[in-house]
Nanobody, 125 residues
Framework: VQLQASGGGLVQAGTSLRLSCATS????????VGWFRQGLGKEREFVAG????????SYEDSVKGRFTISRDNARNTVDLQMNNLIVEDTAVYYC???????????????????WGQGTQVTVSS
């Protein structure tokens, strides 16, 4: 399974970006998909996740109310809408997927077998 993350860029604080994660499997049915990020010199951290079949979602506290993860059935992508971006959101964003991930381990990077290549998000002040 290959994942392709896209949509990153350089934006000003307060603006928005939309990231997308696509799969070589043509569908994420049966998968949990997570978005993670890694800032310079920091550990990779969970941002948001979604279980494709149920639509159940989870968010890291600092992005609640600003970021929305969603599934696009037509495009077979998992998107991360990021609004009101702040400088602290600057990082490489990765999507990950796995069939065995459930809500209780969704935040654990080691729970995912498949990872995309990452897309850089830079927020300037």
């Amino acid at each position: 399974v290959q994942l392709q993350a896209s949509g990153g860029g350089l934006v000003q604080a307060g603006t928005s970006l939309r990231l997308s994660c696509a799969t070589s499997e043509h569908t994420f049915r049966g998968y949990t998909v997570g978005w993670f990020r890694q800032g310079l010199g920091k550990e990779r951290e969970f941002v948001a996740g979604i279980r494709w079949n149920s639509g159940s979602t989870s968010y890291e506290d600092s992005v609640k109310g600003r970021f929305t993860i969603s599934r696009d059935n037509a495009r077979n992508t998992v998107d991360l809408q990021m609004n009101n971006l702040i400088v602290e959101d600057t990082a490489v964003y990765y999507c990950a997927a796995d069939r065995g991930v459930i809500l209780s381990n969704m935040r654990n990077t080691r729970a995912y077998d498949y990872w995309g290549q990452g897309t850089q998000v830079t927020v300037s002040s």
